[in-house]
C-alpha cells in the first residue's frame, strides 16, 4: 500500500506541467495567427481597394424657372339691365357654357314697345311738316324746298314788287301817301314772315334730329330687355328670378370665360433677364395631378417688386377640354432655354459631407479625392459645375473605404455594373429639365 501511494503522488506534477504546456502552445499559435485591424486595413490597401469606375457624360439640360400662382378668367363680366321691367324669363342655369350675343334674361316688352310708337310718331309729325314725305333715313330738303319757306319767300318777292311800283307811282303824284306806306309796311312784314319761316324750318331740323335720336334710344331699349351676354364663358352666378322687377343696372349674371384661362405668378428678380413673351410653360394642378398642362407666357410685367423681389408673369393656358377652372393652384416650370454639351457625373460617383461635394478620381491605380461644384439633377445624372475637365475616371462603389492616395484595384471598365450607375451617351436623361 505505501508504494502505490507513492507512484501516484511521483505522477501528478507530470501531468499538470503537460497541461501548462498544451494551453501554452495554444495561446501562441492564437496570438501569432491574428492581426490588429490597423495592420489588416494596412494590407488592404497595399493590395488595393476594389472598385468600379464610371466615367463622366456629356448632356443637353432644358433650363426652367419654378413658377407657382394662380389661374384666373382673363376676361369676367357681371351683366346688369339697362332697363327696368319685369323678368319674363331667365335662361341659363349655374354653370352653363354661354357664348358671345346669346340670350340670358327676357324682361316684358310691353311698356317699351308702346314708348318706340310714341317715338315713331313724333319722328314722323317732323318730317311731314319738312316735307319729307315720312321717307326714314332722308335728309331733310334744302331750305327753298321746303313749303313754308316757298311760301314766305314767295310772299316777300311779291312784295318787294308791289312796293317797286308804288315807289315809281308814287314820284309821279299818282299814289298817295297812305296807299305808299302800306306797301312798304307790307314788305316789311313779308321779309319778317320769310326769316321767321327759315328759323322754323332750322327748329324743326334740330327737332328732326333729336326725334330720330329718341326713336333709336327706343328701340334700343327695346332690344335691352333682351339681355345677352357680352363675351363667352361660363355661369358663375345667377342673381334673378322669373318675375322679379328689375331696375337699371341691376346686376342679373356672372359670366367668367374659361378658355383660355391665365396663370398668374410671380418670379424672382434674378431670371428678369431670362423670361419673355412666347416661352414655354408647364405645370399641374391638383384636382389632376397625373396630366402635365401647357402653356405660353404672355406678359412678362417691366417692374420688379420691392417689398417681395418678384415681378408678375401672365400665362395664357388653352382650356379647351375644361378640366381647368378658375382659381385652381398650379405648381411647375418655364422652359427657359436649352445648354448643350453640359458636363455631369453618375449618382454614385458623388459623396457629400457638411454641404461639399467631391468624387474620387482614379489615376495610376490610386484615387485623389476632388472637390466639384453641382448644378441641376437630370434623372441619375449631376451637372458638374467645376472641378473637372471631362476625361477623369470616378470611383462608383466602397466610396466610404477611400481617402485620398488610396490604392485600388477596378473591377470593371465602366460603371455599367456599379449599382445606379449608367454609362454612354445622352439617351432619355438628356431630353429631361434641369431646373434654375
Known amino acids: 500500500m505505501r508504494e502505490t501511494s507513492k507512484t501516484v503522488s511521483s505522477q501528478r506534477p507530470l501531468w499538470i506541467v503537460a497541461a501548462v504546456l498544451v494551453l501554452f502552445a495554444f495561446c501562441l499559435s492564437a496570438c501569432g495567427g491574428s492581426e490588429s485591424p490597423a ?59 354661354v357664348i358671345p350675343g346669346q340670350l340670358l334674361v327676357r324682361l316684358e316688352p310691353r311698356e317699351l314697345e308702346l314708348a318706340l310708337r310714341q317715338s315713331e310718331a313724333q319722328l314722323h ?19 327753298e324746298e321746303v313749303s313754308a319757306i316757298r311760301t314766305a319767300l314767295a310772299n316777300r318777292e311779291d312784295a ?25 309796311t307790307r314788305l316789311k312784314v313779308t321779309e319778317a314772315a320769310y326769316h321767321i ?29 333682351n339681355i ?66 401647357q402653356g405660353k407666357v404672355a406678359y412678362v410685367s417691366p417692374a420688379v417688386d420691392q417689398a417681395t423681389r418678384t415681378f408678375p408673369v401672365e400665362i395664357l393656358v388653352d382650356n379647351r377640354d375644361r378640366k381647368l377652372k378658375p382659381g385652381f393652384f398650379a405648381q411647375g416650370s418655364i422652359l427657359t432655354h436649352r445648354d448643350e454639351n453640359v458636363l455631369a457625373a453618375p449618382e454614385a460617383t458623388v459623396s457629400t459631407l457638411a454641404g461639399e461635394s467631391s468624387v474620387f478620381v482614379v489615376e495610376n491605380n490610386r484615387v485623389r479625392k476632388q472637390t466639384v461644384t453641382l448644378g441641376d439633377r437630370i434623372g441619375d445624372l449631376l451637372e458638374v459645375v467645376s472641378g473637372l475637365q471631362g476625361s477623369e475616371i470616378l470611383a462608383a462603389t466602397s466610396l466610404n473605404e477611400l481617402a485620398d492616395g488610396v490604392a485600388v484595384t477596378t473591377g470593371a471598365a465602366n460603371a455599367e455594373s456599379a449599382p445606379g450607375v449608367e454609362s454612354g451617351g445622352k439617351g432619355e436623361r438628356g431630353k429631361r429639365g434641369g431646373q434654375l
Open 39 to 97: 495592420k489588416q486595413a494596412k494590407k488592404g490597401q497595399q493590395a488595393g481597394v476594389r472598385i468600379q469606375t464610371a466615367t463622366l457624360q456629356r448632356i443637353s439640360i432644358q433650363r426652367q424657372v419654378v413658377l407657382s400662382g394662380t389661374l384666373v378668367s382673363p376676361d369676367e363680366a357681371t351683366v346688369s339691365a339697362e332697363v327696368s321691367g319685369v323678368v319674363r324669363e331667365v335662361l341659363v342655369e349655374l354653370g352653363h357654357e
Open 125 to 143: 309729325q317732323t318730317e311731314a311738316q319738312l316735307g319729307m314725305d315720312g321717307a326714314p333715313g332722308l335728309e331733310p330738303p334744302p331750305d
Open 160 to 184: 318787294r314788287a308791289q312796293a317797286a311800283r308804288a315807289s315809281q307811282l308814287f314820284k309821279q303824284g299818282l299814289l298817295t301817301q297812305a296807299d305808299f306806306d302800306t306797301t312798304q
Open 197 to 225: 319761316a327759315v328759323e322754323q324750318v332750322r327748329s324743326l331740323r334740330a327737332t328732326l334730329r333729336q326725334r330720330r335720336a329718341a326713336l333709336e334710344l327706343a328701340q334700343k331699349k327695346l332690344s335691352d330687355a
Open 228 to 293: 345677352k351676354a357680352p363675351i363667352g364663358g361660363a355661369i358663375s352666378e345667377r342673381l334673378v328670378q322669373t318675375g322679379e322687377f328689375l331696375r337699371e343696372n341691376t346686376p342679373v349674371v356672372t359670366i367668367v370665360q374659361t378658355n383660355p384661362l391665365k396663370l398668374k405668378t410671380a418670379i424672382q428678380e434674378k431670371f428678369a433677364s431670362l423670361l419673355r413673351p412666347g416661352l414655354q410653360a408647364q405645370f399641374r394642378v391638383e384636382s389632376v395631378p397625373e396630366e402635365m398642362f
